[in-house]
């Protein structure tokens, strides 16, 4: 029997992955966190490209110990036992939404579980939801992980602004220390390992176009829609109705989940 929902939230460096990833956490009850940043090999078995250690290809992950954990947080309904993270000591930054917001999205997602649950939650200590974000988890390089996540949603960033947003941080904390990134390594880098990976979903395998429908509706992947322009809030309410259409499809036994949708639901019943 499964004991939790594995919701997979993927997209860019910088495209908001671990805010959202928290936001839902503090909105749906019976959530945790998964980071797949957690799962990186040690800085010298990482592949170089352009000159520098690759952080953002598959073969930067331990992608057996991440099918092996997401196997285990099915089964066991939490979070692998010993596992530390040091995403969890990265910091973060303002998300930007209202708290009279999150709040209002709260009501709603309370609301709407009391009427959806019928004989019984829609979440619970015995059936949660588990938020798996990370850079790559849909990509043809990670196939294993794509196949373990029961709802799979992306988030979109230009370049530009990934590079600006790197930029802030300052750096990451790793297994080993610290890292910064040098000049250019987002240009020569993060976006071309996004684009191998991804380009695939979209018409011409141009990232910044148009989203491939037909390839995206086969492998049931959400694609957050504004092309990485919306707002946080924004975001947060597509994100919050597309995961109450998707817990109302699993909490009828569905086997095919509902499409996408845009954000109005969670405005409606706020």
């Given at each position: 029997m499964s004991h939790a929902l594995i919701l997979g939230l993927s997209g860019p460096s910088s495209s908001g992955k671990t805010t959202l990833a928290r936001l839902l956490r503090s909105i749906f009850p019976h959530t945790l966190v998964l980071h797949e940043d957690d799962f990186y090999r040690p800085e010298a078995e990482l592949p170089f490209r352009a000159g520098f250690r690759d952080w953002d290809c598959a073969a930067a992950l331990d992608t057996p110990a991440l099918v092996r954990a997401l196997a285990a947080v099915r089964r066991d309904g939490r979070l692998p036992?010993?596992?530390?993270?040091k995403e969890d000591r990265n910091a973060a930054g303002a998300h930007g939404v209202p708290r009279e917001r999150v709040a209002a999205l709260q009501g709603a997602v309370d609301a709407w579980m009391r009427a959806a649950g019928g004989g019984g939650p829609v979440l619970s200590e015995a059936r949660k939801m588990v938020v798996l974000e990370g850079f790559l988890l849909f990509g043809e390089g990670v196939r294993e992980v794509r196949e373990a996540v029961d709802v799979r949603m992306l988030l979109r960033v230009t370049c530009a602004r990934a590079k600006e947003r790197r930029e802030r941080r300052g750096g990451y904390v790793t297994l080993e220390g610290f890292w910064a990134d040098p000049p250019g390594y987002v240009e020569k880098v993060v976006w071309p390992g996004y684009v191998e990976e991804h380009g695939f979903m979209f018409e011409g395998g141009?990232?910044?176009g148009t989203v491939d429908e037909k390839v995206v509706?086969?492998?049931?992947?959400?694609?957050c829609p504004g092309g990485g322009e919306w707002p946080m809030e924004k975001v947060l309410e597509w994100a919050v109705d597309n995961v109450m259409e998707a817990l109302s499809a699993t909490a009828k036994g569905s086997d095919q989940l509902p499409e996408q949708h845009t954000g109005d639901k969670a405005k409606q019943n706020c």
């Open positions: 036992a010993g596992l530390v993270s141009d990232v910044d509706q086969d492998l049931q992947i959400r694609v």
